[in-house]
């Protein structure tokens, strides 16, 4: 969960008003600043996005939370969250959580009930299901904070899963917008798709876009190379496993056929830290002829 968290707040704070506008569907909103998301209690916590804005000539504040599962304990905690916010800051707030993964959410009631001797306390918040909005209306929508998620949202009718993730990968890669901030969505997009898409799927596409150079010149090098599950599936698949991914690399990139010399001095190599090496040398170079000055240091 951490990750995908992680990635959900820098995008709500980078892009807070395209969120603000999708969970209150509401466009007269003047976002004044980010607050600090920390909330003094007994035992500290933290909300995952807390915004103040005017809305309509009046301040208030949006809270913003991000779920991968289903948590009994949801109703309670937003009541939690609000009641301290509203508290903290003396605001009105507006409230949403947003669930992640497919078929996660589906038994949250969106309100915490309390009824004692006729006193009742209701607390209401927004619950919106990724799985159950309509991604094409978000890519229709042009450049947006919300792209790196649409692989999560619904897909048309018309597609089949593998054919929607190609859909939102082509639609994200091709936006009219600075090259760093369409290499951000698509990184960010490809760990979020970890939720629902195997990941040697998301690398095998990546590969065939042409997009792994780009992503890989991020700072997540190394944690996104992880999530993708490529170093994970080499220790779990051993020295066979990591030849095969290598190979595939070079194939994809390069077009290397088996029967280049090449492939038979890779399926001699033993080492599986020198497999490792060359596998992160295969996604980072540009050429065949920079890996073969790799496989020769």
């Not at 933290?46 to 949801?74: C, N, W, Y």
């Not at 929508?141 to 919300?146: A, D």
């Not at 090496?277 to 996604?283: D, G, P, S």
Request: aromatic share 8%; hydrophobic share 40%.
């Amino acid at each position: 969960m951490a990750e995908y968290d992680t990635i959900s707040k820098h995008l709500i704070q980078t892009y807070p008003k395209d969120f603000i506008r999708f969970t209150l569907g509401q466009d007269n909103v003047e976002v004044l600043n980010i607050l600090d998301t920390e909330q003094n209690t007994v035992e500290t916590r933290h909300t995952d996005s807390l915004i103040r804005v005017h809305i309509a000539g009046k301040e208030a504040l949006i809270h913003h939370e991000f779920q991968t599962t289903d948590d009994p304990s949801m109703p309670i905690r937003m009541a939690g969250y609000i009641i301290r916010a509203i508290e903290q800051h003396n605001l009105p707030v507006y409230s949403s959580v947003i669930y992640l993964r497919r078929g996660a959410g589906r038994r949250d009631p969106g309100h915490f009930i309390q009824e004692i001797s006729g006193r009742p306390v209701v607390i209401e918040y927004t619950v919106i299901r990724l799985s159950e909005i309509e991604g094409q209306d978000i890519l229709n929508g042009g450049p947006s904070g919300l792209f790196p998620f649409t692989t999560l949202m619904k897909r048309p009718d018309r597609m089949d899963s593998d054919e929607w993730f190609c859909h939102c990968v082509d639609a994200t890669n091709g936006l009219p917008v600075d090259e760093s901030i369409k290499v951000d969505f698509l990184g960010r997009m490809m760990i979020l798709s970890g939720l629902v898409y195997d990941p040697a799927f998301i690398n095998r596409i990546l590969l065939q876009e042409g997009l792994m150079d780009a992503i890989m010149r991020e700072s997540s090098f190394a944690q996104y190379i992880k999530q993708l599950g490529i170093e994970q599936g080499i220790e779990q698949g051993g020295r066979q496993r990591a030849i095969e991914d290598l190979l595939d690399v070079l194939e994809i990139r390069f077009d290397l056929s088996e029967t280049h010399p090449l492939s038979t001095r890779i399926a001699a190599i033993d080492d599986l830290r020198r497999l490792k090496q060359l596998l992160r040398a295969a996604i980072q170079v540009s050429n065949l002829e920079a890996f073969e000055q790799a496989l020769d240091a």
